[in-house]
């Protein structure tokens, strides 16, 4: 399977233009397909279009349908929590009851959900009365900062480490580094988070501990605000990067396993390029196609945030925010955000499965 | 595998980078920390929890740091003294009660003014009840208070007369009524939709001037504050998810105070010179607590809860089994007290001690108690059983696992039940289903904690009859289903007495009682753990004699608190108390210069890579395709 490049697989299949009547042999290299191949190869894309996208559709409507009730069997007392943790009377849980329209039947609850989100009012946070998408908005940026710096991290870090792993099967190289990213795909977040925090914060004292700003404020002005954030940000990121990179370097690895004896990589060789170039132009890039996909199903993955890493470090994103409303729980901010995540998880396969179509003619030719 | 000499070139350079780009760092520390310009001095506290309030809406306020916050920001009508939670003023200067106990009249004090200039007038306490009343949200934290008012007017702009429907002892005690400009608050649509807004005219101590929910809360002094201006500029709430963070924070200079410290992480602060570790008495309270029969007020009975523990006698001989000293001393390492009733020993005017009445330690006593109320028969087992129902006294033992004392309590508690031929089965479970099941009769005996508020009624209510449901229906209003008439009339007696020492006499009945009855038995009052910074000092404990720093029903904690360079400029004789400067050290010296590092680090990386770049793009040109 891996043998196959990309030069093979883009040759039209023989024979493809003879039966067809409109042939006006021009194409005598035969390249160009003629025009009904190609309006029945267009009529195939519709199709394969149609196919993923009523299928992410399907999804999209089961998970609208699961937000309703994965929040409400969980259990949990909304009224209790966010009464407050002083004495309540009955008179204050009737009243926050009926503000919340808990003491609807489940039914008319459902029927108000299904009602509101085809006007695409996502409701008031239980909390805060403050609308959910506003909440939402207001922390979305700040994860796309933290997971997409860890991604873009773990992505360079694990293809760079990856490729020179698989290219050197057998070394200390390789075994060393899946050794490490393997040990650190496997710990729990949580204690490597504390362990950082530990050593670079707390004894060495070179990063802030928690949060996104200095608790004690910095000079006013762009550059020292932009400055703090970093500061705050690269303990985060790192962590992140470090947990997921191993994804990155074992992928790599095994597909430039599979590249590394091709003919092609012969004739490179052969025309006295040194190995590293080798590597680098010619195996690198056919060898970035699982790794491409693996970017484009994270790239939802960036949206969603990281739970774990958010809440470990106080880093005011989506992770952080879903974490906090669990703990209410603050059903319409749930809801938002699971379909949200959700969401964006289902779009980033959707368009995976339509980009791979055009980056790897081998889906095209057995869909 | 020869090396080039471009490689060579290449890795001499990373090489002789690297080192300068770390001197580079080190030097950046020292050399920058001067420039750090955060020139007010700022209280930094640390705060977990603080993402579990709403809003920041004054009157609308159920949380305890949301109180906290309150406290710093409008001063109420009454305060609690800081000597020994006895009313003292607050914006009322003093107040009398006609002799019918029904007319109050509160003078204002007249140098009291909002932080706009505005004098605090008797028409903004009017206008505030008259909110409390009408506003539906408000009136649902408050209908207590203001329901009972028939009328409330102002005599003059500084005199409030209110009368109540009876005599209520709440009106000796008004801290939880903080008036509000009128000036301002009556131009907002929906005062119950307040949630906190930046700049508004307040009559305590600070302001507001940032609110980000989950995150922090910003609050600047008040210079002109009628009563006595704190002796620094800044408070900031800062919101940690866990106390292990905030610990870690404290330890590198990030925050300045953190309460609710666990010993654990009070003896890892211990070892640090730069923090100060508070172990002072709390108004916290553990106890067990007993089913003592689920029923709606009529009777209806609801629940599993084993029907032997409906009988005082069987609680009271597990009473007379239970170690207090030896749980303070093991399980708190000394840092509390042994329990006795719902009321805690730091509001000394209300503390009921049993004196000769404590239940003396002895498994003697109680199997006596129970052989003499007929429990004297056995299972093969050897289990003592109930001879009402005839089943054995094997009882379920619910303790909540996220607590890890309870888990040692419950240790203690099976051994020492044991020796009375008492069966206890230990269940832990998580808080949120455990709840519910207590809430629903299903339990023998759990686990529990409780914050006593300082007002009695409040809490005490929990041990009335009239919190019995309506419908066989789960319920947290009640104290395990405890219903007695003489309590209910004590509470009652209490809620309406005008006298304070009449008041506490009623208080101290009631406790008794409810001791002697043992529906829950109080193990210890354990104290609160609270550290700070030694860059300050002065933070004010209420009872002054000992108590914690935070989470008062006041604010004496935080406005106390001065630098600590202050205070020695102060102890010297300086009298340059307000030198900007000074003060600015004292919150400075951990200052973040570090983000210069970094971007130091960065610009530095940025350089090195284009360079390695440049460079290998030189190496590679004659191999270019």
């Given at each position: 399977m891996g043998k196959l490049s990309t030069t093979q697989a883009s040759?039209?299949?023989?024979?493809?233009?003879?039966?067809?009547?409109?042939?006006?042999?021009?194409?005598l290299d035969g390249d160009t397909p003629p025009r009904p191949e190609r309006s029945a190869a267009r009529r195939e894309l519709w199709r394969y279009l149609a196919g993923r996208i009523s299928g992410a559709a399907v999804s999209m409507i089961l998970v609208l349908f699961s937000a309703f009730f994965i929040f409400r069997i969980i259990g949990g007392d909304p009224v209790r929590a966010i009464g407050g943790d002083s004495p309540m009377t009955p008179e204050q849980r009737a009243e926050i009851e009926e503000r919340l329209g808990l003491n609807e039947p489940m039914a008319v609850q459902f029927w108000e959900y299904v009602k509101d989100l085809f006007t695409l009012d996502w409701g008031e946070s239980?909390?805060?009365?403050?609308?959910v998408t506003d909440l939402m908005w207001d922390r979305l940026p700040n994860t796309l900062l933290l997971t997409g710096t860890a991604l873009i991290l773990a992505a360079g870090l694990g293809i760079w480490i990856g490729a020179r792993a698989g290219w050197k099967q057998g070394s200390f190289f390789e075994k060393s580094q899946v050794g490490i990213s393997l040990t650190l795909w496997s710990a729990p977040t949580f204690w490597l988070g504390m362990i950082v925090i530990i050593v670079?914060?707390?004894?060495?004292?070179?990063?802030?501990?928690?949060?996104?700003?200095s608790t004690r404020g910095v000079a006013d002005g762009f550059w020292p605000e932009a400055l703090d954030v970093a500061h705050h940000l690269v303990l985060p990121a790192v962590t992140m990067a470090a947990v997921i990179y191993a994804q990155y370097v074992l992928i790599m690895r095994s597909s430039i396993l599979e590249e590394r004896n091709n003919d092609y990589l012969t004739v490179a060789r052969a025309k006295g390029l040194r190995d590293a170039v080798v590597r680098r132009r010619h195996a690198v890039p056919n060898a970035m196609l699982p790794t491409v996909t693996l970017i484009a199903l994270q790239f939802g993955a960036i949206f969603n945030g990281a739970l774990l890493t958010e809440t470990i470090f106080s880093w005011p994103g989506l992770g952080l925010l879903f974490y906090q409303a669990i703990k209410i729980p603050d059903i319409p901010l749930l809801q938002l955000l699971f379909i949200f995540f959700a969401g964006t998880t289902i779009l980033a396969n959707l368009l995976v499965d339509i980009l791979y179509r055009f980056l790897d003619p081998r889906v095209r030719r057995s869909a | 595998m020869a090396t080039t000499p471009i490689r060579r070139w290449r890795r001499m350079t990373a090489i002789a980078l690297a080192p300068m780009l770390a001197a580079a760092a080190v030097a950046a520390s020292p050399a920058f920390a001067a420039d750090d310009d955060t020139s007010d001095a700022t209280l930094v506290v640390g705060k977990?929890?603080?993402?579990?309030?709403?809003?920041?809406?004054p009157l609308d306020s159920g949380w305890v740091v949301q109180g906290e916050i309150n406290h710093l920001m409008y001063d109420p009508l009454i305060r609690w003294s800081q000597e020994d939670f006895t009313p003292a003023p607050g914006l009322a200067e003093d107040w009398e009660v006609s002799d019918d106990g029904l007319t109050w009249t509160y003078h204002l004090n007249p140098d009291a003014t909002w932080s706009d200039g505005e004098p605090v007038t008797a028409q903004d306490v009017v206008f505030t009840i008259d909110l409390m009343q009408t506003n539906d949200i408000l009136n649902s934290r408050h209908g207590g208070l203001v329901?009972?008012?028939?009328s409330v007017e102002a005599?003059?702009?500084?005199t409030v007369e209110i009368t109540t429907d009876e005599p209520s002892a709440i009106m000796n005690h008004l801290n939880g009524l903080m008036p509000m400009p009128e000036h301002v608050?009556?131009?907002?649509?929906?005062p119950g939709e307040y949630t906190g807004e930046p700049g508004q005219p307040t009559s305590g101590a600070f302001q507001l001037t940032e609110y980000s929910p989950g995150e922090r809360v910003v609050l600047t002094a008040?210079?002109?504050?009628?009563?006595e201006p704190v002796a620094y500029d800044e408070l900031v709430f800062q919101s940690f998810e866990t106390t292990e963070a905030a610990v870690q924070a404290l330890q590198q200079g990030e925050i300045d105070f953190l309460d609710n410290l666990n010993p654990e992480q009070a003896s890892a602060l211990e070892s640090n010179e730069d923090v100060t570790v508070s172990i002072q008495p709390s108004r916290h309270l553990e106890n067990i607590s007993f089913n003592t029969g689920a029923r709606t007020?009529?009777?209806e009975e609801f629940g599993?809860?084993?029907?032997?523990?409906?009988?005082p006698v069987v609680r009271q001989a597990i009473h007379h089994v239970i170690d207090k000293e030896q749980l303070v001393d093991i399980i708190l390492d000394g840092n509390g007290t042994p329990g006795v009733s719902?009321?805690?020993?730091?509001f000394s005017e209300h503390f009921w001690d049993p004196g000769d009445e404590r239940f003396e330690v002895s498994a003697e006593r109680g199997n006596e108690l129970l052989d003499e109320a007929g429990y004297d028969e056995r299972t093969d087992d050897g289990i003592r059983i109930?001879?009402?129902?005839?089943?054995?006294l094997n009882f379920r033992l619910q303790y909540h696992?996220?607590?890890?004392?309870y888990a040692d309590i419950v240790d203690f508690l099976v051994d020492w039940i044991g020796e009375l031929d008492i069966a206890v089965e230990p269940t832990p479970m998580e808080t949120v289903p455990l709840n519910e099941e207590l809430d629903a009769g299903n339990y023998d005996i759990s686990t529990g904690g409780w914050n006593y508020g300082p007002d009695p009624s409040e809490d005490l209510?929990?041990?009335?009859?009239?919190?019995?449901?309506?419908?066989?229906e789960p319920t947290d209003?009640?104290?395990?289903?405890y219903c007695n008439e003489e309590v209910d009339a004590l509470w009652e007696q209490q809620l309406r007495a005008t006298d304070s020492e009449e008041r506490a006499e009623a208080v101290k009945e009631l406790q008794q009682i409810v001791y002697r009855d043992?529906?829950?038995?109080?193990l210890y009052y354990d104290h609160a753990i609270e550290a700070y910074s030694n860059?300050?000092?002065g933070f004010g404990m209420?009872?002054?004699?000992?108590?914690?720093?935070?989470?008062?029903?006041?604010?004496y904690g935080y406005t106390q608190a001065v630098p600590a360079d202050m205070a020695e400029d102060a102890a010297a004789g300086d009298?340059?108390?307000?030198?900007g400067d000074d003060t600015a050290a004292a919150s400075d010296?951990?200052?973040?210069?570090?983000g210069l590092i970094v971007a130091i680090v960065v610009v530095a990386l940025i350089v090195i890579g284009g360079a390695i770049w440049l460079v290998r793009r030189r190496a590679t040109a004659h191999e270019r395709e």
């Open positions: 040759v039209s299949p023989p024979g493809g233009g003879i039966g067809a009547g409109d042939g006006n042999g021009n194409d239980y909390v805060s009365s403050a609308q670079f914060s707390v004894e060495l004292g070179m990063f802030p501990v928690n949060g996104m700003r | 977990v929890g603080l993402n579990d309030i709403p809003h920041l809406n329901d009972q008012m028939t005599l003059d702009d500084h608050w009556s131009e907002i649509d929906d008040n210079e002109n504050y009628w009563d007020k009529d009777g599993d809860g084993h029907p032997a523990l409906t009988d719902w009321v805690a020993p730091i109930d001879p009402e129902s005839g089943e054995p696992s996220d607590r890890p004392a209510a929990y041990l009335t009859c009239d919190r019995l449901p309506d419908e066989p209003l009640t104290f395990d289903f043992s529906p829950q038995i109080i860059d300050w000092t209420l009872p002054e004699s000992g108590g914690t720093i935070a989470r008062q029903q006041g604010d009298g340059s108390a307000d030198d010296d951990d200052g973040s210069n570090t």
